[in-house]
């Protein structure tokens, strides 16, 4: 079955960046939006920035014009470059394909990585 590998995370100082990455197993798959998430122990599962085969994308406002997001269709998979990292950015991060299949649209998730920035 078709799995999201999430690479990239780390600990990292104020101000410094990472580049997530999200690579699908198949690149024979559709997907149609890749969504990227965070969640910090004891908050609730935050939307960070999410990209649409087409290229549009959206953020959220805590992290517009520091995060970039991005993907590789050729690839099948999904880039979030994050600048200027806070200490409030520290969290677990995962990715999120909606692919479409003969069946209509489901969901893979990435395992997750930790993204850890100290102040």
């Known amino acids: 079955q078709v799995q999201l590998v999430e690479s990239g995370g780390g600990l990292v100082q104020a101000g410094g960046s990472l580049r997530l990455s999200c690579a699908a197993s198949s690149r024979t798959l559709s997907i149609t939006v890749m969504t990227w998430y965070r969640q910090a122990p004891g908050k609730e599962r935050e939307l960070v920035a999410t990209i649409s085969v087409g290229g549009s994308t959206k953020y959220a406002d805590s992290v517009r014009g520091r995060f970039t997001v991005s993907r590789d269709n050729v690839k099948n998979t999904g880039y979030l470059q994050m600048n200027s990292l806070k200490p409030e950015d520290t969290a677990v991060y995962y990715c999120?394909?909606?692919?479409?299949?003969?069946?209509?649209?489901?969901?893979?998730w990435g395992q997750g990585t930790q993204v850890t920035v100290s102040s």
């Open positions: 999120n394909a909606e692919i479409l299949t003969g069946s209509g649209l489901s969901k893979i």
